[in-house]
């Protein structure tokens, strides 16, 4: 997500339960149990995941909708990324997906400490939930050698298990999807199939992942591949989800692989209203998501307030009003846990 750490001139980029609002917990959180943080996840129900036309389905061949939680930034906001906090998420929210978004610099590099991005994906692998391997980048085609070198590295270390999906570019700007995008994925995605032929990969389309339409114009080549859909609830609205429905009845799968309740800019009031209608829609056509973020940055789309642990373990005090919401949306998501 663009946040003021970026340039100013994509500050206000596009990034993204129920079918109604959630209220708000009063309640303190609950202490999980070791034997909820030990319990079979969504991998072992649903195993290896693969688009079949409009839809992400399982093992089963039935369509599987997942919902979780994006971490920030992993060089801004890495303190998050401890195993204990995939712990926490699996057991008191319910998450049944994280995503791990590995920082990418302005040179073009990703995150130089990759030990807190392997031990997040161990610990999901550990929980038995899914985890994206985000490249969080927005010029992700300017650092195609970075990129597929981060790839090749990702898919020998974990090719084979089923809980890991690639992400291979966050979210570009505003550039041609055939002309840009398409051939930087295609490279990307050659790089990880040498070595991990099955897992899901999911690719960014244009204008911060919201003209989902245009890639459905030109999809690419490859039989296991989801498309970036990114909304935020303050912001993205009607519009957006025609765009998404253009897509969708042009046969290609989407995954809302981040979203937020406030506004574009990762602040503001919590918009109730928007995010039911997104629910709504997220439901009808069995979309996974995971909402935007794991952190204590000083804004609406933070999930816990400044101070709060870095290890899981939050109480309702520590949970910003979109962490409250959110966590009720995806417990709500996530039930019943097993089929």
Known sequence: MTKSFLP???????????????????SKVPSPTPEASSSVGAVSVHGRLRTAGNQIVGKHGEPVSLAGMSFFWSQWKGEFYQPSTVAWLKADWQANLVRAAVGVGRDGQPDPDLDKVHALIRAAIDQDIYVIIDWHDHRAEAH???????????????????????????EPLQVSWSETIKPYAETVIAAIRAHDPDNLIIVGTPNWSQRVDEAAADPLDDSNVAYTLHFYAGTHKADLRARAITALEANIALFVTEWGTVNADGDGEVDHESVAAWMKFMRQWNLSHANWAVSDKEEGASIVRPGASTSGGWTDDDLTASGRFVRELIRDWNQPVAR
Do not use: K, W
Request: contains cysteine.
């Open 144 to 170: 195609t050698a970075a990129a597929v070198a981060f790839f090749e590295e990702m898919a020998r270390t974990y090719a084979g298990n089923p809980h890991v999906i690639y992400e291979i570019y966050n």
């Open 8 to 26: 100013a001139f994509i500050a206000l980029f596009l990034a993204g339960c129920s079918t109604s609002p959630v209220a708000e917990s009063t």
